[in-house]
């Protein structure tokens, strides 16, 4: 769409996700967390990443070309346009805070993310969630456990054990938050293929927001 608004003819999706991934990784490895310790600005950091993913896909724009489609680029992910909330994520965070439950959000995201998309999007610090720890302004990402240690004193120096930690990722989210002593479950929304190990290694993984819920009412009620 971007391509598309200067004139372009639309690039091939499939390459250019492909380049996207490979240079994702690629930036990340050089300056982790968007750039937090080379003191990279964002705008700069995801510039040059959008840059050569375009040049991985095949497509070498002139400076003044490739500066109007990243501005556009840009703008729009800085927005909720590219995102939908699933219809539970709201509902379930009123819940757990109603419950007396201090909720955080951990995620390997810029300030934009807690800046302008969760509000964009009426998530919002106070009535959805009460902290947040986000890698592009703290320095560390997941998995590394240092960010989970952020959270527990961000929640108050509370004990990992009295943490649940709820994310997608076996490795990111569910390995390194049991590492910590945190508990921990699986959100498995798009019936993902590795589901089924998560379950045979011991994981308790659920299909959405509110099953969750369920979950901690059963537990709550045994207790």
């Known amino acids: ?25 690629d930036m990340a490895k050089k300056h ?8 990279m600005p964002n705008i700069v950091w995801w510039k040059t990443c959008v840059r050569d993913s375009f040049v991985r896909a095949g497509y ?8 109007k489609v ?35 959000i951990v995620s390997n995201a810029d300030y934009r ?3 302008v998309i969760l509000p964009a999007m009426n998530i919002n610090q106070g009535s959805e969630w009460d902290f947040g720890v986000f890698s592009g302004l703290e320095g560390v990402e997941k998995p590394d456990p240092r960010i ?29 938050a049991k590492t910590l002593g945190m508990h921990a479950l699986l959100l498995d ?4 293929p590795d589901a089924e190990e998560w379950r045979k290694s011991g994981a308790i993984v659920l299909p959405e927001l509110m099953a969750t819920k369920d979950w901690l009412t059963s537990r709550k009620s045994t207790c």
């Open 32 to 39: 982790p967390c968007f750039g937090y310790a080379t003191k």
């Open 189 to 192: 929304r798009f019936k993902t």
């Open 60 to 67: 070498d724009y002139d400076e003044d070309t490739f500066e």
């Open 148 to 176: 989970y240690e952020i959270v527990l004193k961000r929640a108050g120096d509370i004990a990992p054990e009295e943490v649940l930690h709820i994310g997608d990722s076996m490795r990111k989210d569910y390995v390194s």
């Open 113 to 115: 993310y807690r800046d």
């Open 70 to 104: 990243f501005r556009r680029i840009y703008a729009s992910f800085g927005s909720s346009a590219p995102y939908t909330l699933f219809p539970d994520s709201q509902p379930f965070l009123r819940w757990v805070r109603e419950q007396g439950i201090k909720v955080g």
């Open 1 to 25: 769409m971007a391509a598309k608004s200067v004139g372009l003819p639309c690039p091939d999706y499939k390459r250019v996700h492909e380049g996207f991934k490979l240079a994702y990784k």
